[in-house]
T-cell receptor, first 111, second 114 residues
Framework: QKEVEQNSGPLSVPEGAIASLNCTYSDRGSQSFFWYRQYSGKSPELIMS????GDKEDGRFTAQLNKASQYVSLLIRDSQPSDSATYLCAVRGAGGFKTIFGAGTRLFVKA | DAGVIQSPRHEVTEMGQEVTLRCKPISGHDYLFWYRQTMMRGLELLIYFNNNVPIDDSGMPEDRFSAKMPNASFSTLKIQPSEPRDSAVYFC????????????FGEGSWLTVV
């Protein structure tokens, strides 16, 4: 079992819709959870971090964490074509700074 | 701030040759990470350093790979001998000990082994 799993997609949504991206992780001791966005040919950049159960909102982005289910999600409201990218879920375990990434979900937002 | 600087940006080499990738982390960052990204395996952590000391190298694929960090502002990832399956984008990243729990990535070194 991979440590961090994501559906590779592609996920295609129309402009203005809500895009929902999901991630599960295997290490129950994980403490920190992140969503990175990676445009084609570019390096990953952090868009959201979440550390406790529940929702965290930042503009059009909402991260959701459920530690009991070992599940992290990212919602993108009012999706724009510029949101088209690969979204990487990342998890840092308890102790140390080893951050493990999922394989990423490709998102296409159709104008 | 200049960000994480990697070189070379692109390299094409022949199988069996030695490859050296270089990284300059963001000044003041105590942690340095080397990741490899391929379509098949995604973004894999190879090794990370704290204060120039290797902490976890469990992701280094085999003895052909080695990484060093001789000082706080420089790290190398070496592949000797290189093989076609090493073709990937190699990212260096850094983060500070305190503050936001963010990893800052360099632009990557695109390696092709033919």
């Amino acid at each position: 079992q991979k440590e961090v799993e994501q559906n590779s997609g592609p996920l295609s949504v129309p402009e203005g819709a809500i895009a929902s991206l999901n991630c599960t992780y295997s290490d129950r001791g994980s403490q920190s959870f992140f969503w990175y966005r990676q445009y084609s040919g570019k390096s990953p950049e952090l868009i959201m971090s979440i550390y406790s159960n529940g929702d965290k909102e930042d503009g059009r982005f909402t991260a959701q964490l459920n530690k009991a289910s070992q599940y992290v999600s990212l919602l993108i409201r009012d999706s724009q074509p510029s949101d088209s990218a690969t979204y990487l879920c990342a998890v840092r375990g308890a102790g140390g700074f080893k951050t493990i990434f999922g394989a990423g979900t490709r998102l296409f937002v159709k104008a | 701030d200049a960000g994480v600087i990697q070189s070379p940006r692109h390299e094409v080499t022949e199988m069996g040759q030695e490859v050296t990738l270089r990284c300059k982390p963001i000044s003041g960052h105590d942690y340095l990470f080397w990741y490899r990204q391929t379509m098949m395996r995604g973004l894999e952590l190879l090794i990370y350093f704290n204060n120039n000391v290797p902490i976890d190298d469990s992701g280094m694929p085999e003895d052909r790979f080695s990484a060093k960090m001789p000082n706080a502002s420089f790290s190398t990832l070496k592949i000797q001998p290189s093989e076609p399956r090493d073709s990937a984008v190699y990212f260096c990243a850094s983060r500070p000990t305190g503050g936001r729990d963010t990893i800052y990535f360099g632009e990557g070194s695109w390696l092709t082994v033919v």
